[in-house]
């Protein structure tokens, strides 16, 4: 897999392969979640196959609130096949193209080619129809967010959506762990291993933990430890929510992409079910 265009295909031949059957049945069986006012939840953008479920439940929460739309931030893992140049530079530190491609992107552009908010949007559709009302998926993807996400160009539209009441949803892959993400051998953990799913529980909580507490400079070296990719969407969330905002970890799951990667196992990414409150 050698751009997100890639990974776009292969989930979207993974929604084919299941079928509208499976992915209605999944928004028809989704219990919705309490969330409080002003508050997010976070949900992964792994295989539906795993961790279609934790998706459906965040579904079911949007279509329950009644709102008409729903502000979803993804995550822009590249740019476009065409942008690879430019990407790399600017996570070089060149600065003339981080200056252009720091901020918030939709898909008329940069992110174009991005998957990581298909499959929800999908369910969204799926679910809005059932009840028989439209719900916009309003989609956003934060790129080269760094340690002060308040300076974000782009970030007061963010703002004005909230603002206006439309839920907040944020997804992230928080771990990416094993020998397709060059994690020394000697560090592999077993994703069938109990202790490994306690090990990710914690890395998850640490992460949530330095955003909370807008320790952003703590968090990217967090992120860039466990190659989460809640490096520019989990910044941007904190920024919205304000400081000192609790969370619960409704679920996590240590997702096989060993075959898709053509990898030795252990090559597993965690996705995790979250719900997020507000400080009082």
């Given at each position: 897999?050698?751009?997100?265009?890639?990974?776009?295909?292969?989930?979207?031949?993974?929604?084919?392969?299941?079928?509208?059957?499976?992915?209605?049945?999944?928004?028809?069986?989704?219990?919705?979640?309490?969330?409080?006012?002003?508050?997010?939840?976070?949900?992964?953008h792994t295989r539906l196959e795993v961790t279609g479920a934790q998706i459906a439940r965040v579904v079911a929460t949007v279509l329950e609130s009644g709102a008409d739309r729903v502000l979803a931030l993804g995550v822009l893992h590249?740019?476009?096949?065409?942008?690879?140049?430019?990407?790399?530079?600017?996570r070089d530190g060149d600065p003339d193209a981080l200056s252009e491609l720091r901020g918030v992107h939709d898909e008329g552009g940069l992110a174009s080619e991005e998957f990581s908010l298909d499959a929800f949007a999908d369910l969204v559709?799926?679910?809005?129809?059932?009840?028989?009302?439209?719900?916009?998926?309003?989609?956003?993807?934060?790129?080269?967010?760094?340690?002060?996400?308040?300076?974000?160009?782009?970030?007061?539209?963010?703002?004005?959506?909230?603002?206006?009441?439309a839920p907040l949803v944020v997804t992230t892959d928080p771990i990416h762990h094993g020998h397709a993400y060059d994690t020394p051998p000697e560090d592999c953990c077993d994703e069938h291993d109990p202790s490994t799913t306690e090990m990710a529980s914690a890395a998850?909580?640490?992460?949530?933990?330095?955003?909370?507490?807008?320790?952003?400079d703590e968090f990217q070296t967090l992120a860039a430890h466990h190659r989460s990719d809640f490096r520019d969407t989990g910044p941007v969330?904190?920024?919205?929510?304000?400081?000192?905002?609790?969370?619960?970890?409704?679920?996590?799951?240590?997702?096989?992409y060993g075959d898709a990667l053509d990898a030795p196992r252990p090559s597993w990414v965690a996705g995790a079910l979250v719900t997020v409150s507000p400080a009082r």
């Open positions: 897999m050698d751009s997100a265009f890639a990974w776009k295909q292969y989930y979207a031949a993974e929604r084919t392969r299941l079928g509208t059957a499976v992915l209605e049945r999944l928004v028809a069986e989704a219990e919705p979640l309490a969330v409080a006012r002003g508050g997010a939840i976070v949900m992964p590249g740019g476009r096949r065409s942008d690879a140049a430019r990407v790399a530079a600017a559709e799926l679910a809005a129809r059932r009840a028989g009302r439209p719900v916009d998926v309003i989609r956003r993807y934060p790129f080269l967010v760094g340690e002060d996400p308040s300076s974000l160009p782009g970030i007061d539209e963010l703002r004005a959506i909230v603002a206006n009441g998850i909580d640490a992460q949530l933990d330095a955003l909370s507490g807008h320790r952003f969330m904190a920024a919205l929510l304000g400081a000192g905002w609790s969370w619960d970890v409704h679920d996590v799951a240590l997702v096989d």
